[in-house]
């Protein structure tokens, strides 16, 4: 079995018995332009850079922040703010993340910028705690409750399997553009969390899904709206007792960041980190099955940046 010491040496394993190839593909250094020749969606995938950096290098693989928001949009942005811990402990998206993503969106020109989370934790201290609503207040943006009811809009969600309706933040229904964003981890309910899980964060009942097929109602959400770009904090994944965590002993440092337009893609990605097979992850394939997302990466344009 692999320690964290052998992890930090190899310098990109994530979890015990990972496959260093698999690591090394999905990572191999490229042009940024680089697709490998396959013509689905693109996602971009960069490694051994700073944070800020690297959410630089992904979003300009992808055609700039511009391809994205155009002037005069309303932009959300929706990382991961669900618990009262520090950014060294990466339960939640960190900061630096969140706060270049914002900056990028009103240098594109949108006209707001709003940032929230339905937290698990008391969501005053999560937001401070977490050091987001300072980066992301810096960086030009409003932050906004996600524990107000009132906020919530019930929603019908017809093409729903499980979830026919929900009450969703009214931040999500009435923005022009959806940015997710949120960290890669281990989860206890569902293997992973990654960017599919975190848009449980924008409806009021989470209670709801973890009794009604879990999974499924996290693929159902999509056919209301998917986001039009998820980026994905995978810097130091959590790979054990997320999804909250129990201290520094639960992170691996690899000083990755994935980011693409589809949520199926990002997501099988993101699997193959934490040593999985997209299929592993149940939400994975029904998307892929239901026709949201592409989950055979081959069929991926994957440009790889490995930053010096």
Known sequence: MYTRRNF??????????????????????????????????VLAAVRDGSRREMVDAAINALGGMKAFVKPGQTVVVKPNIGWDVAPDLCANTHPDVVGRVVELCVAAGAKSVTVFDNSCDQWQRAYANSGIEEAATRAGATLVNGKDQSLYRETQIPAGVKLKSAKIHSAILDSDVIINVPVLKHHSGTVMTASMKNLMGVIWDRGFYHKNDLHQCIADFLTLRRPDLNILDAYSPMVRNGPRGRGADDLVVVKALLASPDIVAIDAAAAKLLDRQPTDIRHIALA????????????????????T
């Not at 690591?23 to 396959?38: D, N, P, Y």
């Not at 892929?288 to 930053?307: F, P, T, Y």
């Open 8 to 41: 930090l040496k190899a310098g990109a394993v994530v979890t015990a018995g990972l496959s260093l190839v698999s690591l090394e593909r999905l990572f191999a250094t490229v042009s940024t332009t680089g697709g490998g020749g396959a013509t689905g969606p």
């Open 288 to 307: 892929s099955a239901m026709g949201l997302g592409v989950m055979d990466l081959q069929k991926v344009d994957i440009r790889r940046i490995k930053m």
